[in-house]
């Protein structure tokens, strides 16, 4: 009976017809697909299609050709955007990996299971406050009369330094990479975290008995041992930074000073919500989208390079 | 006498490995206290001020101001209350229909092997790479044309379209570790494979199934982009966009903006606290 089953799943074919006909697994998949045809697969098409066209959102858009993406290389705002957004993405990605794996690190390594458990807590909570409340709280840090941060250098002494941190064009783009500083609290930080403590404890204490612990145990052992997960920590905050929006709009009111925050994204946003311009906003999302797509091959390629790996 | 020396000698022991544990964690929860100080000081700077009123926060800046202004709670309240029903009404269902639709999706790809799996998986996993934005276009045309500006299923159907390829990912992985004999137990008992899905597997991927349902209502509770786009309607705005009305009319009162974001962050962090170890082992569940 037992040999007659197992027989069944590892050649799932023999059995299959009286067991499960052909057509279930597809009506398992129907609803999702359905779903991702309707709001993913349709408006994707449209959007890459469109872009070759001088849309504006009224039926009937004429074909012409490259010229969107022929204007948006003489258009130095959006130049613009694609510099800040660069800036913005690697920036913000690097330091949110870092303080994220720092913060699972310092809790990896504590030997008491109940202060891990505690930490983890404290670094989860934030997690659930609203993003936009999050952005309007660092609006309030960054005001330059009566900001917390400029309060903060007065209070130290450090008049000096005191400035409009969101309201000049040498400061704006770091402020808005700053939000949330720590920036321990995230996803990552979980990520990084479940990861580490999912290794086998064999792995450090093999280490520790080479004479191989702190600093050095992270960097020879516990990194290599999470590729999987930092690549996709990875892959996915640089899909956020490229097509980031909301903070252009919130926290710099829109693009900041002189187009100083200005990000593709909400150069879209405007384009088509503002003007009307629908044909242009496209084709500057499909430039997005180019650019997460090589991104992400790029980072997976790499990734598969190494040689001890573990899954993702 | 005789007993209670060794017993004694354990607590002895067991308390000198506790100071010593606590003797080599103190540099790394000092450098975790730091970090935690940091993340927190911006909130309690907006706890403390949101009961200060305009002349209060000019005057006295860092400490608790007195006589209290607990009214700056009840301006802010009829705004956010609002908003909160409303998120909780595009929410709820968005993350019904996701928990739904990816755990159906995700049994088929780990136990069923048909004509085309792996070319379906990789097209559903590509959508992760999609950039959202890219798409918000095509969608309001479409969103336009059904006439469902300002309903609930405009923003509920898109939002759990976001959210399904990787919820299916996290849903997939998870189904493949669970051991075949309890399919084929339960399949020599006649279990038919609607009955495999609903009584043996589900009820196995309750974790995997909380960590989709937590990532889906965290990204409901914070998208912006969306609702901007397709609810116009002041009234019906979720909580994400609700919490902004605060910078536009109450911009020089201090005190009600903060009391606003308070009560904003509120509904998520009740919950939280209700459920927090089933939140972190659902976070982390299926994570890992």
Known sequence: MTTRARDEYTHPGVRRKRLAPAYVPYLFLLPALALLVWFRYTPAFSAVYHSFTDWNGSPGANF?????????????????????????????????????????????????????AFWRMVFTVP?????????????????????????????????????????????????????????????????????????????????????????????????????????????????????????????????????????????????????????????????????????????????????????? | MSLSRPVSDKVAVRRSRRSRVWRQDAPLNLALLALALLTYIPFGFVVINSFKDARQFFTQFWLPAFPLHVENYVKAWPIISKSILNSAVYSLPTVILVMLLSSLAGYAFARYRFWGREFLFLAMLILIMLPGILLVIPMFVQVVDLGWVNTPQAIVLPWAAVQIPFSVYLMRTFFETLPTEYFEA????????????????????????????????????????????????RDLQPISIGVLSFSGSFSTDYGTSFAGYVLASLPLIILFSFAARRFMAGLQGGLG
């Open chain 2, 186 to 233: 339960a399949r020599l008992d006649g279990a038919n494979d609607l009955q495999l899905f609903l009584r043996v597997a589900v009820p196995l991927a309750l974790p995997a199934l909380s960590t989709v349902g937590i990532l889906t209502l965290l990204f409901t509770w914070n998208d912006i982009i969306w609702p901007l786009i397709v609810i116009f309607e």
């Open chain 1, 127 to 312: 997690l659930v406050i609203p993003a936009t409340v999050i952005f309007l709280v660092w609006q309030r840090i960054y005001a330059g009369r009566l900001g917390l941060l400029n309060e903060v250098l007065e209070a130290v002494g450090l008049s000096g330094w005191v400035q409009p941190w969101i309201g000049q064009t040498d400061t704006a783009l770091l402020a808005l990479i700053m939000i949330g500083f720590p920036l321990v609290t995230g996803v990552a930080f979980l990520v990084l975290l479940a990861a580490l403590q999912n290794l086998p404890s064999s792995i450090g204490e093999a280490a520790l008995l080479d004479g191989c612990s702190g600093l050095r145990r992270v960097f020879a052992i516990d990194l290599p041992s999470i590729r999987g997960p930092l690549a996709l920590v990875v892959i996915l905050g640089v899909n956020a930074g490229l097509q980031e929006f909301a903070p252009m709009l919130i926290v710099t009111g829109g693009g900041g000073p002189i187009n100083a925050t200005q990000s593709p994204g909400l150069y879209l946003y405007q384009q088509a919500i503002t003007y009307g311009k629908y044909g242009y906003a496209t084709a500057i999302g499909t430039v997005l989208m180019l650019l997460t797509l090589a991104f992400s091959w790029f980072i997976l390629r790499s990734r598969y390079r190494g040689a001890h790996d573990v899954a993702v």
């Open chain 1, 64 to 116: 012409v050709g490259l010229e969107q993406y022929r204007a948006l290389l003489q258009d130095d705002i959006f130049l613009q955007s694609l510099r800040n957004i660069f800036i913005y993405t690697l920036a913000r990605t690097v330091l949110s990996t870092v303080m994220a794996l720092l913060g699972a690190e310092l809790i990896y390594n504590l030997r008491s299971f109940r202060a891990g």
